[in-house]
């Protein structure tokens, strides 16, 4: 009888413990909704993303189109080549060609080591005005788990090669690591907009509403956001 | 454990509204996990039947998990929160191992099926031999 106390009055505090852990979690997380909103509502304002694009790829599409669309990714992510090759195209032939929409990539390189490197080799590649040539490049040819070598420093002077890029003026970018801190304050900007996984996509309207979402997610999901912001 | 296991494989979004996607070069990947979720869900109540009702030992349960959480933990794309995570925390090597499970996803999610339909031959065997009138 008395074991028996014991243990309901042990399984009672826990549960309450429990309980109250939770209410302070759930708190906290209201205030952290209630704090994001605060913020949407400011940026709503000022009509500026909270997003800081200026180190992300130059826009797909044109830079007057009112919704953004901003992609985090990496170029060794499996989840990102498959949006790439089974969502993107579409997005682009009816929102960014049609000019209601543009296209803004921005690194979140973590997989692996040749990740950043890669991302690097990507604005190299804008230096000589082929940067979605190169992106796509990229995400054509991943191939295998990241860092299993096919986006290391050969393959990625053979992906500038094809596209008839200059290569002493892309060594030289990639040997100087002219980017290396373009790259990592794209990683800074990513993780603090809350991007944990890729792709993660911030879709922002004209008058700086927010929507974002992580995965690798089919056509219509995109087209009911963008249409919402239209 | 069929929808856990789809939002880890990113079959199942949540965000910004629920949405079911497979797309053509992963249904291999979907197959699986159908099947893991459905033998997990006949075969682990059945040893919990085993261990209450007959008393018996707890070895058998053993399996029965051990291979629900290799069919779960194959396929955990790296690129996924759960990755990001076990990355950001552990570097490079973590990536590597988050690497191997996705590689070789099917392989590890066709063993944790063999061995989910070997620990319910076994528990089927082991209950009907129990549960003879003595």
Redesign the interface.
Known sequence: MNKRLVVSVVFVVLVIVVAISFSSYQANLLEMHDKTKYLERIAAKTASPLVNLENGSPPLGSESAPVTIVEFG?YQ????Y?WFH?TRSTLIDNYIETGKAKLIFVDLP????DSPIAAQASYCAEDQGKYWEYHTILYTFQD????SGWADRDRLNSFAFSLDMNIDEFNECMDSSKYKKRVKANYDEAVKNGA????TFIIISQDGAI????????Y??FA??IESML | MFVPLSIISEFLFVEPFIIFHVIEDRVTSFVLIVFISLMSAIVIPMNIYRIRTLQKSTTKIGGSIAGSIIGASAGICSCGPIGFSIISTFGTVAGAATAFLTNYEIPLRLASLLLLCLVYYTTVKSISIECKIQ
């Not at chain 1, 295998?144 to 860092?147: A, K, L, Q, R, V």
């Open positions: 990496d992510c499996e989840a990102c498959h089974n973590f997989l692996g080591r295998g788990p990241p860092d944990n996984s890729t792709p929507e974002k979402f992580a995965g690798a997610q089919p219509p999901v009911s956001m």
